[in-house]
């Protein structure tokens, strides 16, 4: 599964936590991360299909006819998925109920580690897992506030007897060094057996980076690319 959502540069903002200014966009995403500002441009990601093929060979041995045939194989077709970024949103009326379930980030070495479960920005209370919980597209969030990521992929509901697991890798890319300066890889789950959606979280940061360790570092004028 190969999918991108490209940032564009971070705005300088003055951060005020009495009074928050939401102002809509058509095509972009804007991201308020603390004193920054992140503005997505791209909401769509790619999803896979397989294709199962079967070869058939005929051969004549002693004048009979004889036929064989080869091994399945499995061909992968991207096609395109819907991607939403979301916030935790309590007091908004514009917010839906969604259930998110357990994220786990994976290590350097390919360890899969369970995220604790997001806290909400204002209140620091526990954001519960399992149930329904308000959430709304994210115009603006505050760096430190849990970002939300929604996958609407039907090609990964590949077992309409349990609850699938998709993994998504995310970048923050400094253009101007050509460097990646924070990666990480989760593990999201379906929301609910046969939904064909996926919902997972990250904490968002103003610390340094430590690539790999669950915490979604940021920075003015860098790029955030999910892969």
Known sequence: MDFKLTASKLILMRERRDKIFYKAFKITLAIWIGIFTTLFVSSKAFSITLINNNATAEYTVGGLTKTTLSNLVKSKVCERAD???LRYAPTSIK???HIFRKTLYITANGTEVELSNPK???????I????EVPLSIADIFHAGEPAFLKVIDGDHNIDNTKI???TVSILVYNEKKGEIYDEEKLKIFETDVDTGVFIGFIESSRKSAIKNDGLLSVKE???IILS
Do not use: H, Q, R, Y
């Open 164 to 166: 699938d697991e998709i």
């Open 221 to 223: 004028n860098f790029k």
């Open 83 to 85: 991607l939403e970024l």
């Open 95 to 97: 917010a839906k109920k």
């Open 120 to 126: 909400d920005f204002i209140s620091n209370n526990e």
């Open 128 to 131: 519960p897992s399992g149930i």
